[in-house]
Protein backbone atom coordinates (compact mmCIF):
# COMPACT_ATOMS: atom_id res chain seq x y z
CA UNK A 1 0.00 0.00 0.00
CA UNK A 2 1.45 3.08 -0.87
CA UNK A 3 2.12 5.58 1.60
CA UNK A 4 0.12 8.82 2.42
CA UNK A 5 2.24 11.85 2.72
CA UNK A 6 -0.44 14.35 3.75
CA UNK A 7 -4.24 15.28 3.49
CA UNK A 8 -5.42 18.29 1.17
CA UNK A 9 -8.53 19.78 2.61
CA UNK A 10 -11.52 17.79 1.42
CA UNK A 11 -10.68 16.99 -1.94
CA UNK A 12 -7.54 14.68 -2.03
CA UNK A 13 -5.10 12.87 -0.18
CA UNK A 14 -1.24 13.77 -1.43
CA UNK A 15 1.25 10.93 -1.45
CA UNK A 16 2.03 8.21 -3.46
CA UNK A 17 3.43 6.16 -6.13
CA UNK A 18 1.06 5.57 -8.90
CA UNK A 19 1.53 2.55 -11.36
CA UNK A 20 0.16 2.74 -14.45
CA UNK A 21 0.13 -0.44 -17.04
CA UNK A 22 0.33 0.69 -20.59
CA UNK A 23 0.38 -1.92 -23.84
CA UNK A 24 2.95 -0.09 -25.87
CA UNK A 25 6.15 1.43 -25.73
CA UNK A 26 6.89 5.12 -26.99
CA UNK A 27 8.20 5.40 -30.48
CA UNK A 28 10.29 8.40 -28.40
CA UNK A 29 9.19 10.95 -25.91
CA UNK A 30 9.61 13.71 -27.98
CA UNK A 31 6.15 15.07 -27.66
CA UNK A 32 5.96 16.98 -30.84
CA UNK A 33 7.89 14.12 -32.76
CA UNK A 34 5.04 11.27 -32.82
CA UNK A 35 1.37 10.29 -32.58
CA UNK A 36 1.66 7.12 -30.68
CA UNK A 37 -1.15 7.11 -27.59
CA UNK A 38 1.74 5.24 -25.51
CA UNK A 39 3.96 8.83 -26.27
CA UNK A 40 0.31 10.58 -25.40
CA UNK A 41 -0.08 8.92 -21.68
CA UNK A 42 2.87 10.37 -20.68
CA UNK A 43 3.50 13.65 -22.84
CA UNK A 44 -0.02 15.18 -21.45
CA UNK A 45 1.39 15.00 -18.32
CA UNK A 46 4.36 16.83 -18.60
CA UNK A 47 3.44 19.41 -21.62
CA UNK A 48 0.79 21.84 -22.30
CA UNK A 49 -0.75 23.74 -25.34
CA UNK A 50 -1.96 27.28 -26.04
CA UNK A 51 -5.19 24.86 -26.88
CA UNK A 52 -6.09 21.86 -26.20
CA UNK A 53 -9.56 19.62 -25.47
CA UNK A 54 -12.01 19.42 -22.65
CA UNK A 55 -14.26 16.68 -21.57
CA UNK A 56 -16.54 16.72 -24.90
CA UNK A 57 -13.37 17.12 -27.57
CA UNK A 58 -14.20 20.83 -28.10
CA UNK A 59 -11.11 23.08 -28.64
CA UNK A 60 -10.19 24.71 -25.06
CA UNK A 61 -7.45 27.69 -24.00
CA UNK A 62 -5.05 25.83 -21.85
CA UNK A 63 -1.31 27.73 -21.67
CA UNK A 64 -3.50 30.74 -23.50
CA UNK A 65 -6.05 32.86 -22.00
CA UNK A 66 -7.95 32.93 -25.06
CA UNK A 67 -7.63 34.03 -28.94
CA UNK A 68 -8.42 37.07 -30.83
CA UNK A 69 -8.70 36.41 -34.60
CA UNK A 70 -9.24 39.13 -37.71
CA UNK A 71 -12.34 39.13 -39.62
CA UNK A 72 -10.39 37.68 -42.48
CA UNK A 73 -8.83 35.03 -40.86
CA UNK A 74 -5.31 35.76 -41.48
CA UNK A 75 -4.21 37.00 -38.17
CA UNK A 76 -4.53 34.87 -35.01
CA UNK A 77 -3.31 36.66 -31.69
CA UNK A 78 -3.17 34.52 -28.53
CA UNK A 79 -2.77 35.98 -25.19
CA UNK A 80 -0.78 33.74 -22.79
CA UNK A 81 -1.46 32.88 -19.31
CA UNK A 82 1.15 34.93 -16.94
CA UNK A 83 3.23 33.91 -14.75
CA UNK A 84 3.49 29.67 -15.56
CA UNK A 85 6.68 28.38 -14.69
CA UNK A 86 8.71 25.21 -16.39
CA UNK A 87 10.16 22.63 -14.59
CA UNK A 88 13.43 24.26 -14.69
CA UNK A 89 12.06 27.81 -12.40
CA UNK A 90 11.60 29.62 -15.67
CA UNK A 91 8.68 31.64 -16.52
CA UNK A 92 7.31 30.73 -19.67
CA UNK A 93 6.76 33.78 -22.16
CA UNK A 94 5.68 34.51 -26.11
CA UNK A 95 9.23 33.66 -26.69
CA UNK A 96 8.64 30.13 -25.61
CA UNK A 97 5.14 29.79 -27.58
CA UNK A 98 7.22 31.50 -30.50
CA UNK A 99 10.49 28.82 -30.50
CA UNK A 100 8.09 25.83 -29.85
CA UNK A 101 5.47 26.18 -32.85
CA UNK A 102 8.44 27.11 -34.99
CA UNK A 103 10.36 23.88 -33.99
CA UNK A 104 6.71 21.52 -34.24
CA UNK A 105 7.00 23.41 -37.66
CA UNK A 106 10.17 21.58 -38.41
CA UNK A 107 9.85 18.74 -36.37
CA UNK A 108 6.57 17.94 -35.43
CA UNK A 109 4.14 14.86 -36.54
CA UNK A 110 1.49 17.25 -38.06
CA UNK A 111 3.45 19.95 -38.91
CA UNK A 112 1.79 20.11 -42.38
CA UNK A 113 -1.35 22.37 -40.71
CA UNK A 114 1.16 24.91 -39.78
CA UNK A 115 2.01 25.53 -43.45
CA UNK A 116 -0.33 28.73 -43.36
CA UNK A 117 1.62 30.03 -40.93
CA UNK A 118 3.75 32.77 -42.73
CA UNK A 119 5.34 34.41 -39.16
CA UNK A 120 5.67 33.94 -35.66
CA UNK A 121 5.78 37.49 -33.56
CA UNK A 122 5.73 38.43 -30.30
CA UNK A 123 4.80 42.09 -29.67
CA UNK A 124 5.13 41.33 -25.99
CA UNK A 125 5.90 38.95 -23.47
CA UNK A 126 2.46 37.53 -23.01
CA UNK A 127 1.27 37.94 -26.78
CA UNK A 128 1.81 35.30 -29.69
CA UNK A 129 0.79 36.28 -32.93
CA UNK A 130 0.00 33.78 -35.91
CA UNK A 131 0.25 35.74 -39.39
CA UNK A 132 -1.31 33.31 -42.06
CA UNK A 133 -0.73 33.50 -45.49
CA UNK A 134 -3.72 31.54 -46.53
CA UNK A 135 -7.19 30.95 -44.38
CA UNK A 136 -7.60 28.22 -42.53
CA UNK A 137 -10.59 28.21 -40.22
CA UNK A 138 -9.44 24.67 -38.64
CA UNK A 139 -6.53 26.57 -36.96
CA UNK A 140 -7.47 25.90 -33.64
CA UNK A 141 -8.98 22.67 -33.67
CA UNK A 142 -5.12 21.69 -35.60
CA UNK A 143 -3.34 22.87 -32.69
CA UNK A 144 -5.65 21.95 -30.34
CA UNK A 145 -5.41 18.40 -30.90
CA UNK A 146 -3.62 16.18 -28.87
CA UNK A 147 -2.89 13.32 -31.35
CA UNK A 148 0.72 14.64 -31.72
CA UNK A 149 0.33 17.59 -29.09
CA UNK A 150 1.59 21.07 -30.06
CA UNK A 151 3.45 21.48 -26.88
CA UNK A 152 5.01 24.46 -25.63
CA UNK A 153 8.85 23.77 -24.39
CA UNK A 154 11.66 26.38 -22.79
CA UNK A 155 12.85 28.37 -26.12
CA UNK A 156 16.32 26.87 -25.57
CA UNK A 157 14.88 23.80 -27.18
CA UNK A 158 13.35 25.50 -29.50
CA UNK A 159 16.14 24.47 -32.18
CA UNK A 160 16.79 20.83 -31.17
CA UNK A 161 16.30 18.20 -33.42
CA UNK A 162 13.91 14.88 -32.99
CA UNK A 163 14.16 13.49 -30.05
CA UNK A 164 17.05 16.25 -28.29
CA UNK A 165 14.41 17.83 -25.91
CA UNK A 166 15.27 18.15 -22.45
CA UNK A 167 11.45 16.75 -21.68
CA UNK A 168 11.02 20.64 -19.65
CA UNK A 169 7.29 21.17 -19.78
CA UNK A 170 4.63 23.11 -17.94
CA UNK A 171 2.26 20.32 -17.05
CA UNK A 172 1.56 18.82 -13.16
CA UNK A 173 4.06 16.33 -12.99
CA UNK A 174 8.04 16.25 -14.54
CA UNK A 175 10.18 14.09 -15.95
CA UNK A 176 12.55 12.03 -14.16
CA UNK A 177 13.81 8.97 -15.64
CA UNK A 178 12.74 6.60 -18.99
CA UNK A 179 14.49 3.00 -19.01
CA UNK A 180 13.24 1.71 -22.59
CA UNK A 181 10.53 -1.54 -22.35
CA UNK A 182 10.34 -1.07 -18.76
CA UNK A 183 9.00 2.03 -17.09
CA UNK A 184 8.80 5.96 -17.40
CA UNK A 185 9.10 7.60 -14.12
CA UNK A 186 7.55 10.98 -13.54
CA UNK A 187 7.80 12.73 -10.37
CA UNK A 188 4.70 16.02 -9.39
CA UNK A 189 5.84 19.23 -9.70
CA UNK A 190 4.95 21.15 -6.89
CA UNK A 191 5.22 24.70 -8.46
CA UNK A 192 2.70 23.74 -11.05
CA UNK A 193 0.54 26.98 -12.13
CA UNK A 194 -2.90 26.28 -12.20
CA UNK A 195 -5.32 27.68 -14.60
CA UNK A 196 -7.40 29.31 -11.87
CA UNK A 197 -10.42 30.13 -15.62
CA UNK A 198 -11.68 26.84 -14.21
CA UNK A 199 -12.92 24.77 -11.52
CA UNK A 200 -11.57 21.56 -12.06
CA UNK A 201 -10.35 19.17 -14.71
CA UNK A 202 -11.81 19.16 -17.81
CA UNK A 203 -10.58 17.35 -20.60
CA UNK A 204 -6.77 17.79 -21.13
CA UNK A 205 -7.32 21.04 -19.37
CA UNK A 206 -9.08 22.27 -16.09
CA UNK A 207 -7.70 23.71 -13.06
CA UNK A 208 -5.52 20.25 -13.04
CA UNK A 209 -4.24 19.08 -9.20
CA UNK A 210 -1.68 16.90 -8.91
CA UNK A 211 -2.16 14.55 -5.38
CA UNK A 212 0.54 11.58 -6.27
CA UNK A 213 4.02 12.35 -5.43
CA UNK A 214 5.18 10.25 -9.09
CA UNK A 215 3.97 7.92 -11.49
CA UNK A 216 5.01 5.13 -12.98
CA UNK A 217 4.23 4.56 -16.15
CA UNK A 218 5.57 0.92 -16.66
CA UNK A 219 5.48 -0.95 -20.57
CA UNK A 220 3.33 -4.58 -20.59
CA UNK A 221 2.57 -5.90 -23.69
CA UNK A 222 0.42 -8.71 -22.68
CA UNK A 223 -3.02 -8.01 -21.26
CA UNK A 224 -3.09 -11.01 -19.12
CA UNK A 225 -0.20 -9.86 -17.27
CA UNK A 226 -1.68 -6.62 -16.97
CA UNK A 227 -4.96 -8.14 -15.48
CA UNK A 228 -3.27 -10.11 -13.07
CA UNK A 229 -0.96 -7.42 -11.83
CA UNK A 230 -4.28 -5.01 -11.20
CA UNK A 231 -5.51 -8.22 -9.03
CA UNK A 232 -2.30 -8.46 -6.74
CA UNK A 233 -2.58 -5.53 -6.12
CA UNK A 234 1.21 -4.53 -8.15
CA UNK A 235 -0.49 -2.45 -10.21
CA UNK A 236 -3.12 0.18 -9.60
CA UNK A 237 -4.50 1.93 -13.14
CA UNK A 238 -4.96 0.04 -16.52
CA UNK A 239 -4.78 2.00 -20.00
CA UNK A 240 -7.07 -0.86 -21.15
CA UNK A 241 -8.49 -4.06 -19.73
CA UNK A 242 -10.10 -6.61 -22.00
CA UNK A 243 -13.75 -6.29 -21.86
CA UNK A 244 -14.35 -10.06 -20.77
CA UNK A 245 -11.81 -9.87 -17.69
CA UNK A 246 -13.77 -6.62 -16.94
CA UNK A 247 -17.15 -8.70 -16.58
CA UNK A 248 -15.34 -11.67 -14.93
CA UNK A 249 -13.58 -8.85 -12.68
CA UNK A 250 -17.17 -7.11 -12.02
CA UNK A 251 -17.67 -8.35 -8.51
CA UNK A 252 -14.24 -8.07 -7.18
CA UNK A 253 -14.24 -5.08 -4.68
CA UNK A 254 -10.31 -4.08 -4.88
CA UNK A 255 -10.90 -3.42 -9.03
CA UNK A 256 -12.84 -1.15 -10.34
CA UNK A 257 -14.00 -0.69 -14.33
CA UNK A 258 -14.66 1.94 -16.43
CA UNK A 259 -16.31 1.50 -19.60
CA UNK A 260 -15.61 4.08 -22.61
CA UNK A 261 -18.05 4.40 -25.32
CA UNK A 262 -17.24 5.65 -27.94
CA UNK A 263 -13.42 5.16 -28.10
CA UNK A 264 -13.12 4.61 -31.68
CA UNK A 265 -14.59 4.07 -34.87
CA UNK A 266 -14.65 0.61 -36.43
CA UNK A 267 -14.27 0.66 -39.89
CA UNK A 268 -13.68 -1.20 -42.94
CA UNK A 269 -10.94 0.43 -45.30
CA UNK A 270 -11.46 -0.55 -49.17
CA UNK A 271 -8.32 -0.35 -51.78
CA UNK A 272 -10.37 1.69 -54.35
CA UNK A 273 -7.22 1.80 -56.79
CA UNK A 274 -6.85 -1.84 -57.14
CA UNK A 275 -8.48 -5.08 -58.31
CA UNK A 276 -12.50 -5.44 -57.62
CA UNK A 277 -12.58 -2.82 -55.06
CA UNK A 278 -11.43 -0.27 -57.91
CA UNK A 279 -15.08 -1.06 -59.13
CA UNK A 280 -17.76 0.99 -57.37
CA UNK A 281 -20.42 -2.00 -58.37
CA UNK A 282 -17.94 -4.19 -56.08
CA UNK A 283 -17.83 -2.17 -53.29
CA UNK A 284 -21.56 -1.66 -53.31
CA UNK A 285 -22.26 -5.21 -53.26
CA UNK A 286 -19.50 -5.29 -50.04
CA UNK A 287 -21.45 -3.02 -48.48
CA UNK A 288 -24.74 -4.80 -48.30
CA UNK A 289 -23.21 -8.00 -48.20
CA UNK A 290 -22.09 -7.31 -44.47
CA UNK A 291 -24.42 -6.95 -40.78
CA UNK A 292 -22.39 -4.71 -39.13
CA UNK A 293 -24.18 -5.27 -35.62
CA UNK A 294 -22.56 -8.73 -35.70
CA UNK A 295 -19.26 -7.49 -36.46
CA UNK A 296 -19.43 -4.98 -33.73
CA UNK A 297 -20.79 -7.46 -31.46
CA UNK A 298 -18.18 -10.18 -32.02
CA UNK A 299 -15.40 -7.72 -32.39
CA UNK A 300 -15.43 -5.93 -29.46
CA UNK A 301 -17.00 -8.41 -27.14
CA UNK A 302 -20.32 -6.73 -26.87
CA UNK A 303 -19.04 -2.88 -25.90
CA UNK A 304 -20.20 -1.15 -28.69
CA UNK A 305 -22.96 1.06 -30.10
CA UNK A 306 -24.05 1.55 -33.72
CA UNK A 307 -24.23 4.79 -35.26
CA UNK A 308 -23.21 5.22 -39.48
CA UNK A 309 -22.71 9.08 -39.08
CA UNK A 310 -19.06 10.06 -39.94
CA UNK A 311 -18.77 12.63 -36.57
CA UNK A 312 -19.96 11.64 -33.59
CA UNK A 313 -23.74 12.56 -32.06
CA UNK A 314 -23.33 15.92 -30.22
CA UNK A 315 -20.77 16.90 -31.84
CA UNK A 316 -20.50 20.35 -33.78
CA UNK A 317 -19.99 18.98 -37.08
CA UNK A 318 -22.03 15.56 -36.82
CA UNK A 319 -23.55 16.17 -39.95
CA UNK A 320 -26.74 13.42 -39.17
CA UNK A 321 -28.23 10.61 -40.48
CA UNK A 322 -30.89 11.23 -42.96
CA UNK A 323 -30.68 8.69 -46.08
CA UNK A 324 -28.52 6.43 -44.72
CA UNK A 325 -30.97 3.87 -42.81
CA UNK A 326 -30.62 1.61 -46.29
CA UNK A 327 -26.96 1.14 -46.02
CA UNK A 328 -27.24 0.11 -42.51
CA UNK A 329 -29.09 -2.99 -42.79
CA UNK A 330 -27.35 -6.28 -44.47
CA UNK A 331 -28.99 -6.96 -47.37
CA UNK A 332 -27.44 -10.45 -49.50
CA UNK A 333 -30.13 -10.54 -52.57
CA UNK A 334 -28.85 -6.87 -53.10
CA UNK A 335 -25.58 -8.03 -52.97
CA UNK A 336 -25.89 -10.70 -54.82
CA UNK A 337 -27.58 -9.14 -57.46
CA UNK A 338 -25.07 -6.20 -57.45
CA UNK A 339 -22.28 -8.84 -58.12
CA UNK A 340 -24.35 -10.78 -60.98
CA UNK A 341 -24.94 -7.59 -62.51
CA UNK A 342 -21.21 -6.87 -62.24
CA UNK A 343 -20.08 -10.39 -63.81
CA UNK A 344 -18.53 -11.09 -61.05
CA UNK A 345 -17.06 -14.26 -61.92
CA UNK A 346 -14.82 -15.62 -58.61
CA UNK A 347 -11.92 -13.44 -58.29
CA UNK A 348 -9.94 -13.19 -55.90
CA UNK A 349 -10.99 -10.50 -53.04
CA UNK A 350 -7.61 -9.98 -50.61
CA UNK A 351 -8.82 -8.79 -46.92
CA UNK A 352 -5.76 -8.06 -44.83
CA UNK A 353 -5.88 -7.86 -40.87
CA UNK A 354 -3.22 -7.93 -38.35
CA UNK A 355 -2.97 -10.32 -35.57
CA UNK A 356 -2.06 -8.48 -32.47
CA UNK A 357 -5.25 -6.43 -32.42
CA UNK A 358 -8.10 -8.56 -31.37
CA UNK A 359 -10.84 -6.60 -32.82
CA UNK A 360 -9.09 -6.21 -35.73
CA UNK A 361 -8.91 -9.68 -36.77
CA UNK A 362 -11.92 -10.71 -35.07
CA UNK A 363 -13.85 -8.40 -37.18
CA UNK A 364 -11.92 -9.38 -40.26
CA UNK A 365 -12.62 -12.86 -39.51
CA UNK A 366 -16.44 -12.05 -39.47
CA UNK A 367 -16.13 -9.86 -42.46
CA UNK A 368 -14.38 -12.53 -44.25
CA UNK A 369 -17.60 -15.20 -43.31
CA UNK A 370 -20.44 -12.67 -44.36
CA UNK A 371 -18.76 -11.79 -47.79
CA UNK A 372 -18.22 -15.54 -48.57
CA UNK A 373 -21.96 -15.89 -47.89
CA UNK A 374 -22.23 -13.30 -50.25
CA UNK A 375 -20.70 -15.39 -53.14
CA UNK A 376 -17.60 -13.78 -52.62
CA UNK A 377 -14.04 -15.45 -52.87
CA UNK A 378 -12.12 -14.47 -50.32
CA UNK A 379 -8.70 -14.79 -48.88
CA UNK A 380 -7.91 -13.52 -45.82
CA UNK A 381 -4.02 -12.92 -44.95
CA UNK A 382 -3.47 -12.38 -41.13
CA UNK A 383 -0.18 -10.62 -40.97
CA UNK A 384 1.48 -8.98 -37.80
CA UNK A 385 1.23 -5.05 -37.65
CA UNK A 386 4.49 -3.91 -39.13
CA UNK A 387 3.55 -6.27 -42.32
CA UNK A 388 -0.01 -5.12 -42.57
CA UNK A 389 0.85 -1.47 -42.26
CA UNK A 390 3.42 -1.62 -44.96
CA UNK A 391 1.16 -3.79 -47.29
CA UNK A 392 -1.81 -1.53 -46.54
CA UNK A 393 0.41 1.51 -47.81
CA UNK A 394 1.06 0.36 -51.27
CA UNK A 395 -1.56 0.98 -54.34
CA UNK A 396 -1.75 -2.57 -54.56
CA UNK A 397 -2.43 -6.40 -53.20
CA UNK A 398 -4.89 -5.23 -50.97
CA UNK A 399 -8.76 -4.74 -50.90
CA UNK A 400 -9.92 -4.79 -47.55
CA UNK A 401 -8.59 -3.53 -44.01
CA UNK A 402 -10.53 -3.49 -40.89
CA UNK A 403 -9.44 -0.52 -39.04
CA UNK A 404 -9.95 0.70 -35.65
CA UNK A 405 -9.99 5.14 -35.86
CA UNK A 406 -9.20 6.41 -32.59
CA UNK A 407 -8.10 9.59 -32.21
CA UNK A 408 -9.40 10.55 -35.83
CA UNK A 409 -13.08 11.12 -34.74
CA UNK A 410 -12.53 12.36 -31.62
CA UNK A 411 -10.32 15.08 -32.55
CA UNK A 412 -13.02 16.00 -35.12
CA UNK A 413 -13.44 15.92 -38.90
CA UNK A 414 -10.31 17.81 -40.02
CA UNK A 415 -8.88 14.70 -39.39
CA UNK A 416 -11.65 12.02 -40.70
CA UNK A 417 -11.83 14.02 -44.02
CA UNK A 418 -8.43 14.43 -44.17
CA UNK A 419 -7.90 10.57 -44.01
CA UNK A 420 -9.61 10.39 -47.20
CA UNK A 421 -7.43 12.98 -48.95
CA UNK A 422 -4.81 14.18 -50.47
CA UNK A 423 -2.24 12.32 -52.02
CA UNK A 424 -1.66 9.68 -48.90
CA UNK A 425 -5.54 9.17 -48.78
CA UNK A 426 -6.73 5.83 -47.48
CA UNK A 427 -8.67 4.11 -50.17
CA UNK A 428 -5.47 5.27 -52.59
CA UNK A 429 -7.22 6.44 -55.26
CA UNK A 430 -8.22 10.14 -55.05
CA UNK A 431 -11.69 10.78 -55.63
CA UNK A 432 -12.39 14.39 -56.69
CA UNK A 433 -15.58 14.97 -54.64
CA UNK A 434 -13.95 14.41 -51.35
CA UNK A 435 -10.98 16.19 -52.35
CA UNK A 436 -13.44 19.30 -52.64
CA UNK A 437 -14.86 18.49 -49.21
CA UNK A 438 -11.49 18.38 -47.94
CA UNK A 439 -10.85 22.13 -49.29
CA UNK A 440 -13.58 23.51 -48.53
CA UNK A 441 -13.49 22.31 -44.80
CA UNK A 442 -9.71 23.90 -44.60
CA UNK A 443 -11.08 27.34 -46.27
CA UNK A 444 -14.88 28.35 -45.83
CA UNK A 445 -14.43 30.76 -42.94
CA UNK A 446 -18.26 30.29 -42.40
CA UNK A 447 -18.75 27.52 -40.16
CA UNK A 448 -22.46 26.43 -41.64
CA UNK A 449 -20.46 25.82 -45.12
CA UNK A 450 -17.43 23.13 -43.11
CA UNK A 451 -20.42 21.93 -41.94
CA UNK A 452 -22.14 21.32 -45.51
CA UNK A 453 -18.39 20.12 -46.83
CA UNK A 454 -18.61 17.74 -44.04
CA UNK A 455 -22.32 16.08 -44.47
CA UNK A 456 -21.21 16.05 -48.44
CA UNK A 457 -18.17 14.44 -47.58
CA UNK A 458 -20.28 11.75 -45.37
CA UNK A 459 -23.15 11.59 -48.85
CA UNK A 460 -20.12 10.95 -51.15
CA UNK A 461 -18.58 7.80 -48.86
CA UNK A 462 -22.12 6.07 -48.76
CA UNK A 463 -22.67 6.52 -52.36
CA UNK A 464 -19.26 5.41 -53.92
CA UNK A 465 -19.49 2.51 -51.29
CA UNK A 466 -15.51 4.46 -50.84
CA UNK A 467 -15.41 2.65 -47.49
CA UNK A 468 -17.92 1.17 -44.48
CA UNK A 469 -18.08 2.54 -40.82
CA UNK A 470 -19.27 -0.43 -38.83
CA UNK A 471 -19.72 1.18 -35.68
CA UNK A 472 -18.75 2.78 -32.82
CA UNK A 473 -16.31 0.64 -30.31
CA UNK A 474 -15.55 1.05 -26.75
CA UNK A 475 -13.05 0.40 -24.27
CA UNK A 476 -12.51 -0.35 -20.38
CA UNK A 477 -9.83 1.44 -18.60
CA UNK A 478 -9.57 0.09 -15.12
CA UNK A 479 -8.31 0.74 -11.61
CA UNK A 480 -7.67 -0.61 -8.14
CA UNK A 481 -10.69 0.46 -5.65
CA UNK A 482 -8.21 2.62 -3.41
CA UNK A 483 -7.61 5.11 -6.84
CA UNK A 484 -9.97 7.72 -5.71
CA UNK A 485 -11.71 10.13 -8.17
CA UNK A 486 -10.79 8.61 -10.98
CA UNK A 487 -12.51 9.62 -14.38
CA UNK A 488 -11.96 7.83 -17.90
CA UNK A 489 -10.76 9.98 -20.97
CA UNK A 490 -8.46 9.24 -23.65
CA UNK A 491 -5.54 8.72 -21.15
CA UNK A 492 -5.22 7.52 -17.72
CA UNK A 493 -5.19 10.67 -16.53
CA UNK A 494 -3.18 11.05 -13.12
CA UNK A 495 -4.61 14.69 -11.97
CA UNK A 496 -7.03 14.99 -9.93
CA UNK A 497 -7.42 11.58 -8.82
CA UNK A 498 -5.70 10.01 -5.31
CA UNK A 499 -4.77 7.44 -2.95
CA UNK A 500 -7.71 6.64 -0.51
Not at 281 to 292: F, K, M, T, V
Not at 454 to 483: H, L, P
Request: proline content about 5%; some cysteine; overall charge neutral.
Amino acid sequence: MPAIAQSVGMQGRKGGDVIVAMQAAPPTIDAQATSAQAARNLSMHMFESLYTRDEQANPKPELAEGVDISADGLTYKFTLRGGVKFHNGKVMTSADAKASMERYAKVGTSRDVLKPVAAYETPDSKTLVLKLSAVFPGLIEAISSPRAPFVIMPEEDGGKAMGQVSMTGTGPFRFVEYKPDSHVKMARFDDYVQNTAYEKRDGFTGKKTAYFDSVTVRIMPEGGARTAGLQTGELHVLEAMDVASSRRLKDDKNIKTYPMLPWAFMTLMMNNNWGLTSRVEIRRAIQAALDLEEIMAIATDGLYRMGPAWQYPGTTYFPGTDGLEAFAKQDLNKAKALLKAAGYNNEELVLICDSSNKPHLDAGTVEAQQLRAAGFNVKLNVMDWPTVYTARSKPEGWNLWPLMMGIEPYEGPYNVVGFFAGSQSVQIKQDAVLEQCNQRLATQLKLEDRKAAVKDFQNRIYDQAIAVKVGEAGIVQATRANVMNYVPYRIPRMWDCWFS
